[in-house]
């Protein structure tokens, strides 16, 4: 080792001072493996300007580019009984929330809030795949229960976001029950003649999609973003068949007439706003 680097370099670095770099500065794409600067990343709502592919968002990046200019009212969700069952796999079940609660900084894997798209009112309910993979138990349930009444309450649209590995399997019974309450959430919305439309995000999967997120006056979902019940793989090991290229994806979804209609997350907003202005056209008339 020469005396450059044994005694030059480390006084030049006691002298200037020496700045870390953080380690978040850039972020690969998943599909194109490009490397994106988080500003532009942030810039272009977690889009790869180089591939198009849309990565995954939190809840609240949901509600920020959903209601105009990012602003918005979050409302407090009904706290349900933690750890019904004291279950236990690898870990508590107690333990998993609060590592899940301390990561994503929410209760639970839902948020809801109202304000106002296109100068239209909305309520809006968005899951965070980040909490436990968006696994829908008790208190996710009571969330999408919660908007329901807030939306009938305020005569406005309710627009929920899915993303969701499906039910929670550490409440049992408990968390299968969700699917029929999400329903009747559904239905109070729809009784009151209020829109309800559903945004199908990467992924929704499992008992989300065999209740409330099939059930909207309008589907919409983002590119390519994953949508079923059962992983492919087991539905192939049950049909013994191979299936077909892109199957479960949005686009195959809206080719074959089960989602309305495929949205880029830059231009959801305006579409979101669009149908909210049709959808509730005759109340203005009516008023």
């Not at 889009?47 to 009212?73: I, K, Q």
């Not at 301390?102 to 100068?119: C, N, P, R, S, Y």
């Not at 989300?208 to 994953?226: C, H, K, R, W, Y």
Request: include cysteine.
């Amino acid at each position: 080792m020469s005396w450059l680097t044994e005694f030059v370099r480390p006084k030049i670095r006691t002298l200037l001072g020496r700045t870390e770099v953080p380690d978040n500065l850039w972020h690969q794409c998943p599909n194109c493996q490009q490397m994106i600067f988080h500003r532009e990343l942030e810039a272009g709502m977690k889009v790869c300007p180089h591939c198009g592919h849309h990565m995954r968002a939190t809840a609240a990046d949901r509600l920020a580019w959903t209601f105009d200019a990012g602003s918005y009212t979050r409302i407090d969700l009904p706290k349900a009984v933690a750890d019904p069952l004291k279950f236990r796999d690898q870990k508590r079940y107690a333990d998993r929330l609060r590592e899940a609660r301390e990561k994503t900084k929410q209760e639970d894997a839902l948020l809801v809030a109202h304000g106002e798209i296109g100068g239209h009112k909305a309520v809006v309910a968005a899951m965070e795949f980040e909490f436990m993979a968006g696994s829908m138990g008790a208190a996710v349930g009571d969330g999408l229960v919660a908007a329901a009444r807030l939306a009938v309450l305020q005569a406005a649209p309710l627009v929920v976001y899915t993303t969701s590995g499906g039910a929670r399997m550490q409440e049992g019974a408990i968390s299968l029950m969700q699917m029929p309450r999400s329903i009747i959430a559904t239905q109070m919305v729809k009784e009151a003649g209020l829109p309800f439309i559903t945004v199908l995000t990467d992924p929704t999967t499992g008992g989300v999609t065999a209740s409330f997120a099939m059930l909207g006056d309008v589907q919409i979902a983002e590119p390519n973003a994953l949508i079923g019940f059962a992983g492919a793989r087991v539905i192939e090991q049950t049909v013994r068949e191979k299936l077909p290229e892109g199957f479960q994806r949005a686009e195959y979804l809206h080719e074959h007439g089960i989602i309305d209609m495929v949205v880029k997350r830059g231009e959801l907003a305006a579409v979101l706003a669009r149908l909210i202005g049709l959808l509730t056209a005759h109340q203005k008339v009516a008023a």
